[in-house]
Each structure stands twice: as C-alpha cells, then as structure tokens.
C-alpha cells in the first residue's frame, strides 16, 4: 500500500487504542466492589502486557512466514472475534461521576497523573538505549531480542507481584514499586559494561515497572475526582506524551 493508507491506518490504531485503554480502565472498577479495584485493574493490564510479550513475536514471526497480509489479516479476525465475545459475555454497568468529588480530590487526581507522565517519560528516555547497553556490554546481536522478550516476561511477573498488595497498601506499593525501578537503573549505570549485572539489573527493572501502570491507573480511579472513564483517559494520555517524549528525547 502506499504510505498514506499505512500513515491513515496507524493514526486510526492510534486512535482506537487510546479510546480502548481509557473505557477499559473504567470499566474495569465498575465489575468490582472497591476493595478489589487494583487487582482487577492489574489482571486487565496482565492481558496488555502479554499481549504486548507474546504477540509481537508471534505476528513478526507470522509476518516473516507467510507476508505481511496474513499477519494483519489474523490480526483483524483475531480483533472481530473478542469483539463479539465482548458484546455477548461482558454485562453493562451504570455509568456516571462518582460521588464526593471536589477540589482536594481533583488535585490528587492531578498528581497521579503528573508523576504518570514524568514516570513514563523517564522510562522511555531510558530504554531507548537498552539494546546499546546490552551490545555495548558484550551481548551477541542475535541475542538482543530474546533479552527484550524476557524483560517483558520479567514486567508480567513484577505485575503479577504489584497485584498482591495493591489493594491493601496502595501507597506503599507505590513506593516501593518506584524505588525498585529507581535500584535497578542505578545498579544498570553503575555496573555496565558488565553482562552479568547489566542483565540482572535490566530484569529488576523491567519487572518494577511492570506494575507501574495498574498502580497509576489503581490511584486516580481512587482518587474519585472524576468518572473511573475519565480517570482512565487522564492516565492514559499522560502516559502516551511520556512514551512520546521519552522516545524523541532519547532519539
């Protein structure tokens, strides 16, 4: 196709896929009783991620098989079949804001999402230059993707942790959720170009930031300034000019 069609279809994703995250962080909280909200908000995200983990090789590799119009073609099947098994088992739920909102809560809301943007715009500032650090460590460049796909597995399992206690000390996961990403960098910086550490460290900190999302989306529904919707398109906005400004100030 020529470029416009693939420049159109990737605004259309790019579109869909923010308006997907933010309902589904919405929607998410209204299946559940409030003591559950985070955990439910992170078995959700655990779908993104290994979505993300799993089915980016497996279209690459399908794409590299077979073309790349049979990949995109299973895509889209793969995209009408959860959508008619959502409209047939998900059930409906009221909408509408939540219930004591106010200033205090607005500005609560307004610091989730100011260190949401910060947090992201550090991370991908960051791992703009992971492949360099794992090559200019001594890694095979053979070897580069599979190290980024257990980095990723690496993110599901520090989820799968944060889902524990998110709902019993949020903040406290938070903190601690944070500061393990903060170790990891730092022990990343200090000990390269040694693999050993430079793999260790990579780990650590893909598997801390795993949780970051669902402790971010877990604190602004919480905070109830707005509708869980809305509270969802918040984090998700900042969350996608963190992605793109880490990506061009690492660029």
């Not at 020529?2 to 929607?27: D, K």
């Not at 520090?158 to 601690?176: M, S």
Request: glycine residues 14%; contains cysteine; charged residues 5%.
């Amino acid at each position: 196709p020529v470029f416009a069609v693939v420049a159109a279809g990737r605004v259309v994703g790019g579109i869909t896929h923010a308006l997907f995250f933010s309902l589904c962080i919405g929607y998410v909280p209204r299946l559940v009783s409030g003591a559950y909200v985070g955990r439910a908000l992170a078995i959700a995200t655990g779908g993104a991620s290994m979505g993300f983990v799993l089915g980016v090789p497996l279209s690459t590799s399908l794409g590299t098989a077979a073309g790349w119009r049979l990949s995109f073609a299973a895509l889209a099947c793969a995209a009408v079949t959860i959508l008619l098994l959502v409209a047939r088992f998900l059930p409906s739920v009221p909408g509408g804001r939540p219930a004591g909102t106010g200033t205090g809560r607005r500005l609560e809301l307004a610091a989730v999402v100011s260190a949401n943007v910060l947090t992201y715009l550090g991370q991908f500032t960051l791992y703009t230059f992971i492949s360099l650090v794992f090559l200019s460590s001594g890694l095979s460049p053979a070897l580069v993707g599979p190290l980024l796909l257990v980095c990723g597995a690496c993110g599901f399992i520090g989820l799968c942790c944060t889902a524990k206690t998110l709902d019993r000390n949020p903040r406290l996961t938070a903190v601690v959720v944070l500061s393990v990403v903060i170790v990891g960098l730092l022990v990343l910086g200090s000990t390269q170009p040694s693999l050993g550490w430079v793999v260790f460290a990579a780990a650590l900190w893909n598997a801390a930031f795993g949780g970051v999302p669902s402790v971010y989306q877990a604190c602004a529904v919480r905070a109830r300034a707005v509708s869980p919707e809305l509270a969802g398109a918040w984090v998700n906005a900042t969350a996608n000019l963190g992605i793109g400004g880490g990506a061009a100030i690492g660029a």
